[in-house]
């Protein structure tokens, strides 16, 4: 059975940095697109980030990009997102899942793990 599991979330001060992970039981990562998700209280999950290492693509959200970096370490089966300079509005919990097709670009996402609590104070 396909397991995700993600860690690393925690309160930050604005500006500090944060690194989550997503490991995978039960499925090889590399074969999906792997995908970061935010929800922040009241609001929808929103994608964040997306890899896929099939078709050696990575995308962000505008409101993330050149601050957050999606990467991977197959040997580990793990998923990495780094968050740098973090804002209040970074605020969510933090989910990962996967997809098919992998590409990313109209993958079907599914099995999320619990997700990851990320806290940005002003």
């Known amino acids: 059975e396909a397991q995700l599991v993600e860690s690393g979330g925690g309160l930050v001060q604005a500006g500090e940095s944060l690194r989550l992970s997503c490991a995978g039981s039960g499925i090889t990562l590399d074969d999906y697109a792997v995908g970061w998700f935010r929800q922040a209280p009241g609001k929808e999950r929103e994608r964040v980030s997306c890899i896929s290492k099939r078709a050696g693509r990575t995308d962000y959200t505008d409101s993330v990009k050149g601050r957050f970096t999606i990467s991977s370490d197959n040997a580990k089966n793990t998923v990495y997102l780094q968050m740098n300079s973090l804002k209040p509005e970074d605020t969510g919990v933090y989910y990962c899942?996967?997809?098919?097709?992998?590409?990313?670009?109209?993958?079907?996402?599914?099995?999320w793990g619990l997700g990851t609590q990320v806290t940005v104070s002003s």
């Open positions: 899942g996967v997809g098919l097709p992998s590409n990313c670009v109209d993958s079907d996402f599914g099995s």
